[in-house]
T-cell receptor
Framework: GQNIDQPTEMTATEGAIVQINCTYQ??????LFWYQQHAGEAPTFLSYNVLDGLEEKGRFSSFLSRSKGYSYLLLKELQMKDSASYLC??????????WGAGTKLIIKP | ETGVTQTPRHLVMGMTNKKSLKCEQH?????MYWYKQSAKKPLELMFVYNFKEQTENNSVPSRFSPECPNSSHLFLHLHTLQPEDSALYLC??????????????FGPGTRLTVL
């Protein structure tokens, strides 16, 4: 079966750095996405990785290792508004997105 | 503003009711999706339309019936639902249903409660 694993919840301090991990086992791989979802709102796109390595976009970076079936989302200089759920999703061989259950990130002052 | 709108935002219905959810995208996209989001569970893909043709139906019960009259509009018709169908129903769109950095844009969702 297909599976995406990510921690259920993480806590971090304002101004700090946090890394949210995602491991996957899917039938084929055609890219990995990270989305942010604030409570009661729609998920919004953060990043896309299809090749190994690090993609940096401002305070957010996303890393991919296809051989290990592993990705992480790195958030720097955390702000209170970063409190949200972070969803990892992999596009499989049928070009369908397989989603993780999301990681709820709590930022404390 | 995501460019994808959904109505209604909240819906309470009995198990014998018939209702419809509406989604509209203003992004010029060719693919539209229905997802179900339950608490602490992964997003579940229900239906995919690519260029108005249904390409996926992930073993969704027949009490959910999609309709895509054109590339901008998507409906989900509901009838004789069960309490376990209570969830957030999200609509999304993308340029098309292929590869590449072809991210999906989501609407705000309809919070459905079945009594």
């Amino acid at each position: 079966g297909q599976n995406i694993d990510q921690p259920t919840e993480m806590t971090a301090t304002e101004g700090a750095i946090v890394q949210i991990n995602c491991t996957y086992q899917t039938s084929g791989f055609n890219g990995l996405f990270w989305y942010q979802q604030h409570a009661g709102e729609a998920p919004t796109f953060l990043s896309y990785n299809v090749l190994d390595g690090l993609e940096e976009k401002g305070r957010f970076s996303s890393f991919l290792s296809r051989s290990k079936g592993y990705s992480y989302l790195l958030l720097k200089e955390l702000q209170m508004k970063d409190s949200a759920s972070y969803l990892c999703a992999v596009r499989d061989s049928n070009y369908q997105l397989i989603w993780g259950a999301g990681t709820k990130l709590i930022i404390k002052p | 503003e995501t460019g994808v709108t959904q109505t209604p935002r909240h819906l309470v219905m009995g198990m014998t009711n018939k209702k419809s959810l509406k989604c509209e995208q203003h992004l010029g996209h060719n693919a539209m999706y229905w997802y179900k989001q339950s608490a602490k569970k992964p997003l579940e893909l229900m239906f995919v339309y690519n260029f108005k043709e249904q390409t996926e139906n992930n073993s969704v019960p027949s009490r959910f019936s999609p309709e895509c009259p054109n590339s901008s509009h998507l409906f989900l018709h509901l009838h004789t639902l069960q309490p376990e169908d209570s969830a957030l129903y999200l609509c999304a769109s993308s340029q098309d249903a292929s590869g590449g950095a072809n991210e999906q844009f989501f609407g705000p969702g309809t919070r459905l409660t079945v009594l």
